[in-house]
Nanobody, 124 residues
Framework: QVQLVESGGGLVQAGGSLRLSCAASGLILRRYNMGWFRQAPGKEREIVASISRGGGTTDYAESVKGRFTISRDNAKNTLYLQMNSLKPEDTAVYYC?????????????????WGQGTQVTVSS
């Protein structure tokens, strides 16, 4: 059974930092391009950051460039998202996702596995 389990969310003041983790089981993480998505209340789920199978290529939404860093440790079957300089508009449920295929994991429709999500709340 495939599981992606996010952790590390919480309540933080604006300007603060959080590190999200996504622990994978039941799959070999290095076979998948991975992504972090988020969904705020009343909004559609959107891509935040993506990373290639080997970790050599990353991509970010414009709204988080320079503040967030996606990384992975395939030996530990774990994906990370370091979030710095957090803003109230970053408040959302954050999900990790796995994609098959050659393209980067940036579209909801390309995902094959999802985690259950972790809440990130940034107060002003």
């Amino acid at each position: 059974q495939v599981q992606l389990v996010e952790s590390g969310g919480g309540l933080v003041q604006a300007g603060g930092s959080l590190r999200l983790s996504c622990a994978a089981s039941g799959l070999i993480l290095r076979r998948y391009n991975m992504g972090w998505f988020r969904q705020a209340p009343g909004k559609e789920r959107e891509i935040v950051a993506s990373i290639s199978r080997g970790g050599g290529t990353t991509d970010y939404a414009e709204s988080v460039k320079g503040r967030f860093t996606i990384s992975r440790d395939n030996a530990k079957n774990t994906l990370y998202l370091q979030m710095n300089s957090l803003k109230p508009e970053d408040t959302a449920v954050y999900y990790c996702a796995a994609c098959l295929g050659q393209d980067m994991c940036i579209r909801v429709g390309d995902t094959v596995y999802w985690g259950q999500g972790t809440q990130v709340t940034v107060s002003s």
